[in-house]
Structures are given as C-alpha cells and as structure tokens.
C-alpha cells in the first residue's frame, strides 16, 4: 500500500506529557499538511509543508505545537505539555505540487490521542 | 474567512435510492474550490468530488454528482442508488484557489446510514 500512513495510530499519555506522530506522505508528494479533529466535528487545519518549508500555519498552531519535515518526506508533529482539550485524532494529508488543478489532498487513517 | 454549514447531522436511506446531502458555504474569496470527502469508521479521509467555483458544469464522478448553484452558495452532494457501504460520515470542504493558501475548510458532517 502506498498511502499515507501515521504512526502511532493510537496514543495515550497523562496530562503534562511529550508526544510525537510521525507522518509519511505519498512518495512522490511534495506538500504535506497537519489536521486536528475533534469528536463529532470535521477537520481543522493546523499546517502545511512544501517540500521541507513551512509555508502556512493555523491560529490553532499553539506554542505547544512544532511541526518538522527536515528532508522534505515524513514529518512529525510534537505537543509538549499536553492538556486534556488536546485529545482530538491529528490528520496527515499530501498532495501534488503539479497535478490536477484542485490538487485533491490524500489523508492518512490519522493518529488518536487520548490524553488522560 | 470561509464556513461550510452542513445542517443535517444524520440522514437514512434505503439501499439503491438516491440522497442529497447539503452543504452551504460563505466566502469572499472569487476563486474557489468545494470538495466532498467520505470518512467510514477506520477513520480515513476520502476523496469523493470536486466543482471549481468557475465550473459551469455540475461535477460528476460514478454514482457521485454535485449539485453546485453559486447564486444560493450550495453544493449539495447527490448519491444515487445508495450501497450499503456508503454508509459514513460525509464532509463537504473548500479552499481558496487563486492565492498560495492551500487549507481546507470542513463543515461538521453528515453520518449517513444506508439501510436494506
């Protein structure tokens, strides 16, 4: 399967706790894009990369936040101090640079995180 | 700023009869693209269709039309002859197409459930 895959797909850590997902896009995807969703919402956007830039990042992007996609493939997505309001499933999604005008974004199974 | 309403949190549907999903959205952006996602249970985002705000034509994709009119800022998803697997959660989305921001905007969903 070469889809977009997350690792892990489930994560539960105590209140004040690190954390890091790891995403890995479509290989041949240059841009990469971070999303949080909530029970019983749709997905909000956090982040995105083309190729290793950060090029866009959402209000919702706290300091407790860092997004990294160091060689231009898999990012990860760390929350330092994690707070229970940070229990939510974290999205990944790629796309192409040239592709279909829409650019249509291909998501992961995304990662849970239950914060305790 | 862009909001995707989607006013129905639930709708059933007997196998092999069509159903129309709403989405209305608001923006001030003059290019502009909708996009329709399906999420089942694994939790994987899936792309279903695509209309350009500049389209003149309503998209169509297999059993997937939308059913787009830019005057009353709708773009109703039209499922004809549902399947059992249909069943899900059905996201409407859109993003700014003429400018480098590349976010997508989702409305809180529809749980659609396809029954025999």
Known sequence: DTGVSQNPRHKITKRGQNVTFRCDPISEHNRLYWYRQTLGQGPEFLTYFQNEAQLEKSRLLSDRFSAERPKGSFSTLEIQRTEQGDSAMYLCASSLVQGPPYNEQFFGPGTRLTVL | ?116
């Open chain 2, 1 to 116: 700023a862009q909001k995707i309403t989607q006013t129905q949190p639930g709708m059933f549907v007997q196998e092999k009869e069509a159903v129309t999903l709403d989405c209305t959205y608001d923006t001030s952006d003059q290019s502009y693209g909708l996009f329709w996602y399906k999420q089942p249970s694994s939790g994987e985002m899936i792309f279903l269709i695509y209309q350009g705000s500049y389209d003149e034509q309503n998209a169509t994709e297999g059993r997937y039309s939308l059913n787009f009119q830019k005057a009353r800022k709708s773009a109703n998803l039209v499922i004809s002859a549902s399947q059992l697997g249909d069943s899900a959660m059905y996201f409407c989305a859109m993003r700014c197409m003429d400018t480098g921001r590349r976010a997508l905007t989702f409305g809180s969903g529809t749980r659609l459930q396809v029954q025999p």
